[in-house]
Nanobody, 127 residues
Framework: QVQLLESAGGLVQPGGSLTLSCAASGRTFTHYAMGWFRQAPGKERELVAT????????YYRDSAKGRFTISRDSAKNTVSLHMNSLSPEDTAIYYC????????????????????WGQGTQVTVSS
C-alpha cells in the first residue's frame, strides 16, 4: 500500500524558516514527480512546488520562487520543502503528493493528475 507521510509542520514567526519532509513507501517513486500543495482556510488547494523523478527539474508557484526549495532523495524515497522568509500568507495545511510521469525528466507544472497524497501537515506563520 502506497503511503506518503509528511513530517510535522509547526508554528513559525514571520521571516522564519521551516523544512517539511515527506517519506514515501509502498513502491519505487522513480517515475513519479513529487510535489507540495497547500490549502489555506477558505481557499482552494494550490500547487506550491514540484520536482521531477530525476530530481533536477523543479517548478515553483510565483509566490514561492526565491523563498522555497524542493528537493528529493530517490534512494530514501523522500521529498523535502525548505521554506524561507515565511509570511502569514504561507499559513496553510501542506500536502505531499506524487504523480506518475512517463519519463523521469518531466517538469510538472499543473495541479491535475496527482495520484497519491499525504494526510497533510499544518504550517502556521504568526508572531
Amino acid at each position: 500500500q502506497v503511503q506518503l507521510l509528511e513530517s510535522a509542520g509547526g508554528l513559525v514567526q514571520p521571516g522564519g524558516s521551516l523544512t517539511l519532509s515527506c517519506a514515501a513507501s509502498g513502491r519505487t517513486f522513480t517515475h513519479y514527480a513529487m510535489g507540495w500543495f497547500r490549502q489555506a482556510p477558505g481557499k482552494e488547494r494550490e500547487l506550491v512546488a514540484t520536482v521531477s523523478g530525476s530530481g533536477d527539474l523543479t517548478y515553483y508557484r510565483d509566490s514561492a520562487k526565491g523563498r522555497f526549495t524542493i528537493s528529493r532523495d530517490s534512494a530514501k524515497n523522500t521529498v523535502s520543502l525548505h521554506m524561507n522568509s515565511l509570511s502569514p500568507e504561507d499559513t496553510a495545511i501542506y500536502y505531499c503528493a506524487a504523480k506518475f510521469t512517463s519519463s523521469t525528466r518531466v517538469r510538472v507544472t499543473t495541479a491535475d493528475g496527482w495520484r497519491y497524497w499525504g494526510q497533510g501537515t499544518q504550517v502556521t506563520v504568526s508572531s
